[in-house]
């Protein structure tokens, strides 16, 4: 798997355990929609500004966002 999709699906998993769909946590962290669908799908190169927005929503860091992977 690539990082991409490696990064994709541990964003979803993290979501869901946190119980909001993707549109909440795109309003919660100030990203489209569509941008983080792509991203869940391993589909967008994503930037680190973005990939910060996200650990930040999660309210984790980037070493914990990145664990396991």
Known sequence: MVIK???GT???KLRN???LSQ???ALKIGMDRTYLAS???GKRN???E???KIADGFEI???ELFKGM
């Open 5 to 7: 999709e490696e990064l």
């Open 10 to 12: 541990r964003i979803k």
């Open 17 to 19: 355990q946190i119980g």
């Open 23 to 25: 549109e909440k946590f």
């Open 39 to 41: 991203v869940e799908a």
């Open 46 to 48: 994503i930037a680190i």
């Open 50 to 52: 973005n990939i910060k």
């Open 61 to 63: 860091s980037l070493e």
